[in-house]
């Protein structure tokens, strides 16, 4: 299972993931001079991928610093995270999609299975199972990190909310160890996790309890 290889990864190398959230704004202007904007995100990215594949246990790639540069960012995209498991790495695509029915099924296809597809993927929880249905499909070989409680000042407009007595958050973390309780690996872990913003050590406990 994919949590399993996650596992080991981060036993042997450490728990650090390299996000490789590329702004084209953030490049060295030796590699600007040289190629086109897309070109350049993915020399850079093979770059930082050969500096750090031995210290690290994954990589996480944002998929919309690729949209923004149009169809060759996305070649970008697909081309990174080609060259990171051409390396042996494990690779998350962080594109929170969130949609039911067909819609949903597309977008698992197409990030799980498809021409970008990664090992984990973040999804958004707010429509309920349904959005989270399309993806249970691939698990095992895949895996998923359901959003829970963000980092963002304004999280708390929604996810601090108390129905029930508890934080909106803790309801979906609730769900999120449900939906992974039959899809657990050898190492103890779920191959559909949560994520958690670190600023609130609190509510990162609390979401782990």
Same mark, same amino acid.
């Given at each position: 299972? =994919? =949590?399993d290889?996650?596992?080991d990864?981060?036993? $042997?190398r450490?728990p650090?993931c390299?996000g490789?959230?590329t702004?084209?704004?953030?490049?060295?202007?030796?590699l600007?001079?040289k190629?086109?904007?897309?070109?350049?995100v993915l020399?850079?990215?093979?770059?930082?991928i050969?500096a *750090?594949i031995?210290?690290?246990?994954?990589? #996480?790639?944002q998929i919309?610093h690729? $949209?923004?540069?149009?169809?060759?960012?996305l +070649?970008a995209?697909?081309? *990174?995270?080609a060259?990171?498991?051409? %390396?042996?790495?494990?690779v998350?695509g962080?594109? #929170?999609r $969130?949609?039911i029915?067909?819609t949903?099924?597309m977008?698992?296809?197409?990030?799980?299975?498809g021409?970008?597809?990664?090992d984990m993927i973040t &999804?958004?929880?707010?429509?309920?199972?349904? +959005?989270i249905r399309p993806?249970l499909l691939?698990?095992? $070989? #895949?895996?998923i990190? &359901?959003l829970?409680? *963000?980092?963002n000042?304004?999280?708390?407009?929604? %996810?601090?909310?108390?129905?029930?007595?508890?934080p909106?958050?803790l309801? &979906?973390a609730r +769900? &999120?160890a449900?939906w992974?309780a039959?899809r657990?690996?050898?190492?103890?872990y779920?191959?559909?996790?949560?994520?958690?913003?670190? *600023?609130?050590?609190? %509510?990162?406990?609390?979401?782990? +309890?």
């Amino acid at each position: 299972m =994919i =949590i399993d290889r996650l596992f080991d990864a981060v036993s $042997e190398r450490g728990p650090v993931c390299v996000g490789l959230d590329t702004s084209v704004g953030l490049l060295p202007a030796s590699l600007l001079d040289k190629l086109p904007p897309a070109r350049a995100v993915l020399a850079f990215n093979r770059e930082v991928i050969d500096a *750090t594949i031995d210290v690290c246990a994954c990589f #996480k790639v944002q998929i919309a610093h690729y $949209e923004a540069l149009g169809v060759d960012g996305l +070649a970008a995209y697909r081309e *990174t995270i080609a060259y990171a498991h051409e %390396q042996g790495a494990i690779v998350i695509g962080d594109v #929170k999609r $969130e949609d039911i029915a067909s819609t949903g099924e597309m977008y698992a296809r197409a990030h799980l299975a498809g021409e970008f597809a990664v090992d984990m993927i973040t &999804v958004n929880p707010y429509m309920g199972y349904d +959005a989270i249905r399309p993806y249970l499909l691939y698990l095992g $070989e #895949k895996g998923i990190f &359901v959003l829970i409680r *963000t980092s963002n000042p304004s999280a708390r407009d929604f %996810q601090e909310l108390e129905p029930g007595g508890r934080p909106l958050f803790l309801h &979906v973390a609730r +769900a &999120v160890a449900e939906w992974g309780a039959e899809r657990i690996g050898h190492c103890g872990y779920s191959a559909v996790g949560g994520v958690v913003g670190a *600023t609130g050590p609190d %509510q990162l406990a609390a979401a782990r +309890a």
